[in-house]
Nanobody, 114 residues
Framework: VQLVETGGDLVQPGGSLRLSCAASGLSLANYHMSWVRQAPGKGLEWVSF???????NYADSVKGRFTISRDNAKNTVYLQMNSLKPEDTDLYYC?????????WGQGTQVTVSS
């Protein structure tokens, strides 16, 4: 089982990025998916959630700017990030969870700076 995040980059404030989380060895359609971020020396901060049935939820800090989506055919979950702010700078992880199964990717770095 593997989750691989890609799409992180250096972007200017106000810019956009799309993160991808591609899965192998499991079908993401069966899992609840989350994006979580972590700044150096700080704890994990939950960002967004995609319920297995299709509903979504967002942290107040990203609501209206970020959108989580899932492509079952590509077995990939995305995080579209618009109107990026310097405080969005973090290492972003995707997480797949279902009953006792809990998987993490290795993370992708997002840096928002002018």
């Amino acid at each position: 089982v593997q989750l691989v995040e890609t799409g992180g980059d250096l972007v200017q404030p106000g810019g956009s990025l799309r993160l991808s989380c591609a899965a192998s060895g499991l079908s993401l359609a069966n899992y609840h998916m989350s994006w979580v971020r972590q700044a150096p020396g700080k704890g994990l901060e939950w960002v967004s959630f995609f319920h297995g049935a299709g509903s979504t939820n967002y942290a107040d800090s990203v609501k209206g700017r970020f959108t989580i989506s899932r492509d079952n055919a590509k077995n990939t979950v995305y995080l579209q990030m618009n109107s990026l702010k310097p405080e969005d700078t973090d290492l972003y992880y995707c997480n797949a969870k279902w009953v006792a199964y809990n998987y993490w990717g290795q993370g992708t770095q997002v840096t928002v700076s002018s």
